[in-house]
């Protein structure tokens, strides 16, 4: 069985998407952000990117909790670069498709100016994108664009998983 991460920058909608599909494949979800450190937390409020040092134990334990579970699950994480997903990756030891929600820099950024509850503000987006590294061939993964009615994206995940198109690899 395959975990899905859902990832992406900041406001892309990991968590909205994550639910939904983890409610859709009747899986448990996990919001890596629960799993920041207070430090962490507490460098974004303050609109300090965080560095490849700060990300590391969050990134190791989001895969850990991934290899504890015995059932697979859907779970929210930026996983920005390559060296985070492999991060994940060593620690999960299972399965794991990363799922990608990209989107247009200004979508995303109306939708960061229109939250009151996260951590992360928008003057931290630039730095998201400067970051994002889009999985490569080699990655089990999928793209999937943003720009879409809700409930047609996560339809269409939906559809790519039970029809096991969802993650493509290198051939």
């Not at 960061?112 to 490569?136: C, G, N, Y």
């Not at 047609?152 to 790519?160: F, G, N, S």
Request: some cysteine.
């Amino acid at each position: 069985m395959m975990t899905y991460i859902v990832m992406g920058v900041s406001g892309c909608g990991k968590t909205s998407v994550g639910k939904v599909l983890a409610s859709r494949l009747s899986l448990p979800f996990l919001d890596g952000d629960t799993l920041h450190s207070f430090e962490n937390i507490k460098k974004m409020r303050s609109a300090i990117p965080l560095n490849d040092a700060d990300r590391e134990p969050w990134l190791r334990a989001i895969g850990e909790r991934i290899s504890r579970s015995t059932v697979p699950m859907v779970v929210g994480c930026s996983a920005l670069k390559r060296l985070y997903r492999d991060w994940i990756r060593a620690e999960a030891e299972k399965r794991v498709c990363f799922i990608h929600l990209k989107g247009d820099r200004s979508v995303i950024a109306r939708r960061i100016s229109s939250r009151s509850d996260h951590f992360m503000p928008l003057s931290l987006l630039d730095s998201q994108f400067d970051a994002l590294e889009v999985p490569e061939k080699d990655e089990l993964s999928l793209e999937i664009d943003i720009g879409q009615p809700f409930d047609l994206l996560v339809d269409e995940l939906v559809q790519r998983i039970h029809t096991q198109v969802a993650c493509r690899t290198a051939p």
